[in-house]
């Protein structure tokens, strides 16, 4: 096991009372709740009120170094608004900026909160939602696309309702039955929106299942732990989702090339036969043949393709603030600034959004890459995560609360990184 060391020159002493970690439960433990009430796209928002208001009583808040970058892009989305056309685009505009607030405040609520918030205790959480999310793949077998309609669809304007992504939140279903391959397919996507959103965050939380495997703090039988990683194995590969494969995959790969530079061989030898495992199983059973048709029927790739040109074209034409909102695509292809949180920054908030979401990113793996521990790397492998999947996935809401949180976790696991606000608005 990696030793972790401290450098106190790093941390600001705290004064105030312990945060409450109850907002932090509701958002990520409860989110089951919030997905059959259909308040799933609302809740990382309204619970970030709360916490805000604890930061706002608090002096001499941290926050990470290169916090500047993560202003840039902020100041970039404020000033796409000036874009806006159409009151339904002000919505989504309105909706997505909640949630660069709700997860800057998320960020920081971690990050500050030395004395009530554990950071085994945050991991705990989302272990936990890592495990319902692996329930939810199953029950995409068990129920297919069955939907309802939600407590919150009742009370819900029409004008709402007629979203489609608010439409789809108010009538959660447990899968997307898709003929991908020539044959329909459950591809499970509970307790979230789209199937993509969990093969996502799938991908993304399972190195919190990791650090659940090799620490007993986490607070989780162990056995379970390994459990329900060979459960995952099912509804990852069923899912079709090539974003997912090649996500953890690159996570994976990135973690035993750290564990063995950090000299736990142990631990990469163990990954290592883990993926010959994976293999063999893959191999003797009718999955690995999924795998292989769902990579030969690549016919998204050229729509992917022109989506990312679409967005480019469009940044050149506003290349400071962008557009505000995705806009129809008259390649005869969705939305531009839909597929791919990269374009979608960039389409919407211009060069400016993109440089300052990019530079937040990279600033975030670089000052969280000197892990002295087995559990903060692989946290830190979740920022990595999150990197490979900003060309083809979007990042909002579930998946940017979930890099920030663990950058935060990272950042305390590591202890260093930290500056004082007044040090931190320029990009490093």
């Known amino acids: 096991m990696l030793t972790p060391t401290i450098d106190r020159g790093s941390i600001r002493t705290e004064v105030s009372a312990p945060l409450p970690f109850w907002p932090i439960t509701m958002m990520v433990a409860w989110y089951p709740l919030w997905f059959m009430l259909g308040l799933s796209g609302i809740m990382w928002v309204v619970l970030s009120l709360p916490m805000a208001a604890s ?8 926050v990470p170094k290169g916090f500047g970058w993560w202003m840039i892009f902020l100041v970039a989305v404020v000033g796409s608004a000036l874009s806006l056309d159409a009151f339904t685009r002000f919505i989504g505009y309105t909706l997505r900026f909640g949630y660069y607030v709700g997860a800057t405040v998320l960020l ?3 990050l500050n909160g030395r004395s009530g918030i554990d950071t085994f205790r945050v991991i705990k959480m989302f272990v936990t939602l890592w495990m319902i ?6 029950l995409a077998f068990v129920v297919g696309d069955f939907g309802f309609k939600s407590p919150t669809y009742f009370i819900t304007p029409s004008v709402l309702r007629d979203n489609d992504l608010i ?3 108010l009538e959660p279903s447990f899968a997307q039955v898709q003929d991908i391959i020539g044959v329909p397919v459950p591809r499970p996507k509970a307790p979230f929106t789209y199937t993509n959103e969990w093969g996502s965050m799938l991908a993304l939380l399972t190195p ?3 650090v659940a495997l090799y620490d007993k703090r986490v607070g989780y039988s162990q056995k379970l732990i390994r459990i ?3 459960l995952s194995v099912l509804p990852a590969v069923i899912s079709l989702n090539r974003g997912l494969w090649l996500s953890l995959g690159v996570g994976l790969i990135y973690a035993a090339i750290r564990f063995g530079v950090a000299g736990e061989k142990k631990l990469m030898i163990q990954g290592l036969w883990g993926m010959v495992v994976l293999i063999i199983v893959l191999s003797i059973t009718p999955l690995g043949g999924l795998i292989a048709t769902r990579i030969n029927t690549g016919h998204s790739n050229e729509d992917r393709a022109g989506l990312a040109v679409s967005a480019i074209e469009g940044a050149v034409e506003r290349p400071v603030f962008g557009w505000g909102a995705p806009r129809p695509n008259e390649r005869n292809l969705p939305s531009v600034g839909t597929h791919g949180q990269l374009w979608f920054v960039t389409f919407s908030h211009g ?4 440089i300052g979401f990019v ?3 990279l600033s975030l793996a670089w000052h969280t890459r000197k892990q002295n521990s087995t559990a903060g790397l692989w946290i830190h492998v979740v920022i990595i995560v999150g990197m490979v999947q900003m060309p083809y996935y979007l990042m909002v809401p579930d998946q940017l609360f979930t890099v920030f949180a663990a950058a935060a976790i990272a950042l305390r696991l590591q202890n260093e990184g930290l500056v004082s606000n007044s040090e931190a608005l320029a990009p490093s």
């Open 167 to 169: 439409n789809a939140w």
């Open 208 to 210: 919190f299942g990791f």
């Open 351 to 354: 060069f400016l959004g993109a």
């Open 55 to 62: 930061l706002a009583r608090r002096r001499g808040l941290v």
């Open 133 to 138: 999310a692996i329930v939810g793949g199953y």
């Open 108 to 110: 920081l609520y971690v």
């Open 228 to 230: 329900m990683m060979a």
């Open 359 to 361: 530079g937040t990113m």
